[in-house]
T-cell receptor, first 113, second 110 residues
Framework: SQTIHQWPATLVQPVGSPLSLECTVE??????LYWYRQAAGRGLQLLFY??????ISSEVPQNLSASRPQDRQFILSSKKLLLSDSGFYLC????????????FGDGTRLSIL | RKEVEQDPGPFNVPEGATVAFNCTYS??????FFWYRQDCRKEPKLLMS???SGNEDGRFTAQLNRASQYISLLIRDSKLSDSATYLC???????????FGKGTTLSVSS
């Protein structure tokens, strides 16, 4: 069976500090991978998605970046965090195919102070 | 116009009630449809896919109306454990990400 791991579960960082959130998927090959952010009381916002190693599509301009160094690894980064980066960050994977749903990791709750 | 729109609620219903959620989507080329459930401070989890002919999974029934660009979720015999936020989700074309509505909050009370 497939599993998705996302860490850390919670993170408190000062403004201006760097960020690295990691997500890995097991039990599947060449998944589509996604990073979402959910701000308090708001919907899920797609940040990045990747259909293969080294292939990253960005949905919104921001000070975050994503990388996919391996087939089943997806990393979300920032060089300098802003207060507005606080939120609940979710990694998700999906098999390629028309009607495949997405499956989410447990999420990282990020607070910027 | 927002891509996926849902009534945010909250819907407050007693145990045993039947409740229906509606969702509209703006892109007529949308191909795949889902309902997800999200508990407070947790990740969204797939509840069910929505098929063109409509489909049922136990107490849950999903319907799709492509002409009206409308999706519905019906929950029968509500349980306390059904309390959550229900997210309507659409995918436009192959290879693209899912688009999530902001969710409808359901609170079932005894």
């Amino acid at each position: 069976s497939q599993t998705i791991h996302q860490w850390p579960a919670t993170l408190v960082q000062p403004v201006g500090s760097p960020l690295s959130l990691e997500c890995t998927v097991e039990g599947t090959s060449n998944p589509n991978l996604y990073w979402y952010r959910q701000a308090a009381g708001r919907g899920l916002q797609l940040l990045f998605y990747s259909v293969g190693i080294g292939q990253i599509s960005s949905e919104v301009p921001q000070n975050l970046s994503a990388s996919r160094p391996q087939d089943r690894q997806f990393i979300l980064s920032s060089k300098k965090l802003l207060l507005s980066d606080s939120g609940f960050y979710l990694c998700a994977w999906r098999r390629t195919g028309d009607n495949q749903p997405q499956h989410f990791g447990d999420g990282t709750r990020l607070s910027i102070l | 116009r927002k891509e996926v729109e849902q009534d945010p609620g909250p819907f407050n219903v007693p145990e045993g009630a039947t409740v229906a959620f509606n969702c509209t989507y703006s892109n007529s080329a949308s191909q795949s449809f889902f309902w997800y459930r999200q508990d407070c401070r947790k990740e969204p989890k797939l509840l069910m896919s929505v098929y063109s002919s409509g489909n049922e999974d136990g107490r849950f029934t999903a319907q799709l109306n492509r002409a009206s660009q409308y999706i519905s979720l019906l929950i029968r015999d509500s349980k306390l454990s059904d309390s959550a936020t229900y997210l309507c989700v659409v995918r436009y074309q192959a290879g693209t990400a899912l688009i999530f509505g902001k969710g409808t909050t359901l609170s079932v009370s005894s």
